[in-house]
Every structure is written in C-alpha cells, then in structure tokens.
C-alpha cells in the first residue's frame, strides 16, 4: 500500500513538473534556418546588391560573439573593437544567440554606390533570418572559427 502511494504521488509529481515545463520549452528551443533558407536570403541579398549569380556561397553558424568578431575583423577592419559592445550584442540576441555567417564572391555595391567590393558578407539571426550585418572585405573571414563550414549550391 505504501509503495503505490509512493508511486502515484511520484508519478503525479513527474506529470505536474512535465505539464509546466513543456511550454515553456516548447518557446525556448527555436528550429535553426535550413540551409536552403539560408541560400535563399543569401541570394536576395546579392541581388539587391547587384549581384544576380553570386558564387562559391559559404556558410557557418557560431555564437554571436564569435560570428561579429570574425564579421567585422575582415568584413569591416575600420571597425575592428577589441570588444563588441553589450549593446550590439543585445541586439543581435545575446552573446549567445547563434548566427549564421554566409561569405559570397561577386560584384556588390552598397551604400548607394559609394562602396563596393568583390565580396559580399552577411550576418543572419540562425533562427528568424534577419540579416543583423553586411560587409564588403577584401577577403574572405575565417568562417572555420566558427564551426563546420558548409557550401551552398
């Protein structure tokens, strides 16, 4: 008699914490973009900076941390901080939130054509494709630094 006690007030216990928590873990866990979705803002974003057939597309997704200070050290180097502010951060999602980083070669133009160069460097929220940076380098960044480096057909 005591251990089916024991058993149903466990199981009443396992059921309730279950019933709490799977909403909330249910809005915690976001699905990442599929690579496809990420190809598809990828080529938006060539195209609305002139360039209609980007090529050799690479993607990587790393913490936002990580992504911005691979983003802007080759992406922006006028802009190269020691730090990313608290801020930047913020906004992208946290320190934490994972990013994808997509590099592209091609012709872009941006700012109304006072800048262009031959490649094109994205940042997009991993979860929602907001395009959170964009940059003409030089070069490519070091998109291993972040992960698995994946190319895009």
Do not use: C
Not at 34 to 43: E, F, N
Not at 84 to 105: C, F, H, Y
Not at 134 to 150: C, N, S
């Amino acid at each position: 008699m005591r251990l089916a006690w024991r058993r149903t007030v466990l199981a009443g216990l396992v059921g309730a914490t279950l019933a709490i928590l799977a909403p909330t873990s249910a809005l915690a866990v976001r699905p990442l973009l599929s690579d496809h979705k990420v190809l598809r803002i990828a080529l938006h974003e060539a195209k609305s900076h002139g360039a209609r057939r980007p090529r050799d597309i690479l993607e990587a997704t790393g913490r936002a941390k990580l992504a911005n200070e691979v983003f802007e050290g080759e992406s922006n180097p006028e802009l190269r901080s020691p730090q990313t502010t608290s801020e930047e951060l913020k906004w992208m999602g946290g320190p934490n939130a994972l990013i994808d980083v997509v590099a592209m070669r091609g012709h872009f133009v941006a700012d109304g054509g006072h800048a262009e160069g031959p490649i094109l460097v994205l940042m997009i929220d991993a979860h929602s494709g907001r395009v959170d940076g964009l940059g003409l380098p030089e070069k490519y960044p070091d998109l291993a630094r972040l992960g698995h480096v994946t190319h895009l057909p």
